[in-house]
């Protein structure tokens, strides 16, 4: 009886989050986990389980307990590249310190007729979204004529800044390779939850490497961007998420830790 | 049968979301629409309705279509603190172009042996609240000495800046008066997305007058307030919003339409 009766508050509340003319339904919102700027702090303790954050969305990007590695999520798989630019299947078990994920569903596709690379692909997408003010999942697929990336290393305590451990972060480059581009342009309110712009990461056709993407040159790509008008952030309970300073905007720290 | 199958769906998201060890229950979550960067920059349309926006709490503070006036709801009933001063009952079908609420739950309760002024106020919550990285719903009930409101009049298009508006707000003053503040503290990082530190509304006790808290000087009075470690911001799909121009700062035009 009781269960029954948590079940039926539990679809009540469903309803009410979907039954709303102008709202968008469950499966388009971007969940996120913690903030950017308890990251550049050094809160990298792991909160939300890889496989809590399926539930949330099959497509997205993060990272893991401890800063061990970019997070891809792609087609409902996590995959964990670390500090030697390979690609892992995560674990359900393994958790995260921070990552955005939904379920991805295009609303716009491009074919580019020329080759972009990263700033180009930026300005094309610049002017062809009908808004810089809402949330944009994107993903990239095909050929691309080079890829460099970056991952980072796993981190011990007590954690370093962030800003601290991408000084030394080891780089990957691709020529000619197979594979697809997966991440987000965030308007520039969300600066000190997320990261304003884009904010992509890479993995291989077969999932063998990747990382955090710092510079491409598409050759024969499919692009897909899927409109999002939502965003669901949880805030950690554990770990130095209560204790480190946000209050402060460190100028250009962000830019240096995300290109 | 498709019914049954949409309504599946809905139960199996809501479980998604609710199932989650670490993660707060549907009640929980701090429910806004729209963003105060778009309000600064006169997006007044009213999108969400009160009806839906009950649906996502019974407490918080807002403002309405065209900037009609001040919101706040209390105990499942939405208030509209109009030009006048006066609270009027907010029709279900009135809607808001900015607005927070959240399902209130006392987390902790303070009865301060002192009388507070709003600086006071805040200064005793800072010391009080575990941290300043997660959010808070705050209800302050009692006999205040003394109560300074505002309100906002209703606009008309061509919609001027929320800076312009506040510029001839009419003030209102209550001496001895019992009622209820009702509002938020939100954390640094919120900047751009909804108003960082203490942003509270008051009404009378008998729901006849209010507005955006000014000043004021507790009698006595209880604190209630709600620990809050998610937050989700819906996005408007109409008016001005996809329009507007949010990338650049404006420093200290936040605190003057605020204070």
Redesign the interface.
């Given at each position: 009886m009781k269960i029954q009766r948590g079940?039926l508050m539990?679809?009540c509340?469903?309803?009410?989050?979907?039954?709303?003319?102008?709202?968008?339904d469950?499966?388009d919102?971007l969940f996120q986990t913690s903030?950017i700027?308890?990251l550049l702090e050094g809160a990298y303790d792991g909160?939300?389980t890889c496989k809590?954050l399926k539930?949330?969305g099959d497509f997205g990007i993060g990272t893991f307990d401890a800063l061990d590695g970019e997070m891809l999520a792609l087609e409902g798989k996590v995959y964990q590249i670390r500090a030697d630019g390979k690609a892992y299947c995560a674990e359900d078990s393994l958790s995260t310190p921070f990552a955005a994920v939904k379920f991805f569903e295009a609303d716009k596709t491009i074919v580019p007729d020329t080759s972009l690379n990263f700033k180009e692909l930026e300005e094309c997408l610049d002017r062809l979204l009908?808004?810089?003010?809402?949330?944009y999942a994107l993903k990239v697929e095909g050929v691309f004529k080079y890829i460099k990336t970056r991952s980072v290393p796993k981190q011990r305590k007590p954690y370093p800044r962030l800003v601290e451990v991408v000084k030394n972060q080891p780089t990957f480059e691709f020529p000619n390779i197979r594979g697809t581009i997966v991440g987000f342009r965030l308007?520039?309110?969300?600066?000190?939850?997320n990261v304003p712009g884009y904010h992509l990461h890479f993995i291989t056709e077969d999932r063998s490497a990747g990382g955090h993407l710092l510079e491409c040159s598409t050759s024969n790509v499919t692009i897909e961007v899927d409109y999002t008008?939502?965003?669901?952030?949880?805030?950690?309970?554990?770990g130095d998420?209560?204790?480190?300073d946000?209050?402060e905007k460190k100028e250009g720290e962000l830019e240096r830790v995300e290109k």
């Open positions: 079940l539990v679809l509340s469903a309803v009410a989050l979907c039954g709303c003319s102008h709202l968008p469950n499966k919102v903030t700027s308890a909160e939300v809590e539930k949330h009908p808004t810089k003010n809402i949330l308007p520039a309110y969300v600066d000190g939850i008008r939502a965003f669901f952030v949880v805030l950690p309970e554990h998420f209560y204790q480190v946000m209050t």
